[in-house]
Every structure is written in structure tokens, then in C-alpha cells.
């Protein structure tokens, strides 16, 4: 990402790759990155996917708080 800071796909591909291993809150900043790179880029079609993986992940971190 340091060569290509705008390529949004990296970005949802390490949100991901965070999910699985455990770091949400930073999954979640990266999902919100590449979302934010995609829809810049004119790309919607997984602007409701990225954003309900979010949600999951948001609902998860408060599970674990309490």
C-alpha cells in the first residue's frame, strides 16, 4: 500500500485478513478505507457488503466489552 495508497481492494483485503486474525478495530479502519477508495472510484457494487461486514465487526467489538 505504500506504492499504491489508492488501491481500495488491498485495503478490504487486509481488513479481512485482520478479521481473521482477531484485530477488529483495525479490520475496521482498513474496510473503511477501501470503501471510502471505492466509492471515490466510482465502484458501488460492494459498498452494502463492505458496510454490513463492518456492522458484524462493530457488533462483535461490543460483545467482547461485556
Not at 1 to 9: F, G, I, Q, T
Not at 25 to 53: P, R, W
Amino acid at each position: 500500500m505504500k506504492l499504491e495508497p489508492d488501491h481500495a481492494r488491498a485495503y478490504v483485503n487486509r481488513g479481512l485478513a485482520r478479521k481473521a486474525l482477531g484485530d477488529l478495530k483495525g479490520a475496521i479502519a482498513d474496510l473503511k478505507k477501501g470503501d471510502k477508495l471505492l466509492l471515490e472510484q466510482g465502484v458501488i457494487s460492494h459498498h452494502q457488503s463492505i458496510q454490513a461486514e463492518i456492522e458484524k465487526l462493530r457488533g462483535a467489538i461490543a460483545e467482547q466489552q461485556r
